[in-house]
């Protein structure tokens, strides 16, 4: 597993495909194993365990493997990545209004 | 331009790519015209107007012509989606953190 920053780009790569959200959305209410979480999703767990693999590359899971049972849980990074990302352009975007707000005013 | 609420999984596939991540980038200073986006990007105009529309059908861009100029301009809708997204499973995976915490102080 990778400990560095996540990538943002891998991050939203992995957060586009709807089989991957579905993985995080059942994580996101606790750690399963690999196998419990295959079987509602109506694919292989081959395809899981791809899917789980795109996750750790991008911080968005970390898996761990208690005795004979790999279990998977969120990995808060990769969300936070994401998160400041939008955060940032969001806060950049209300000072550019701001100042359009103060340049209408100060023509009137 | 849809005005129907962005749908999730194209908002986060339109923030993979890097050069659609760059032209948010840009809007976030404020709106500008399609033209002037696309001279710093060292890509053609027709590959600008590509991702262009993907940032539109995704709730991230707006775009209106004014007289022969079409200005492009951040749409806070996209962005909104994607954080609220994040911010539910951030939730879920807060109170099932607290859950297993309960837990382990009842087993003590």
Redesign the interface.
């Known amino acids: 597993m990778s400990r560095n920053k996540p990538d ?2 891998r991050v ?2 992995a ?4 089989t991957r ?1 579905a993985i ?2 059942k994580l ?3 750690p399963i194993s690999v196998s419990q979480l295959a079987a509602p999703l109506a694919i292989t767990l081959a395809a899981v365990v791809q899917h789980l693999q795109v996750l750790e590359e991008s911080g968005l899971v970390q898996t761990a493997k208690l005795g004979r049972v790999r279990t998977c849980s ?1 990995e ?1 990074a990769g ?1 936070q990545v ?2 400041q990302w ?5 806060l ?2 209300d000072r ?1 209004l701001d ?2 707000g103060k340049l209408l005013d100060e023509e009137k």
Chains 1, 2 share one sequence.
């Open positions: 943002i780009g939203f790569h957060l586009g495909d709807p959200r995080l959305d996101s209410r606790g969120l808060p969300f994401a998160a939008i955060e940032e352009r969001r950049h975007w550019a100042a359009l």
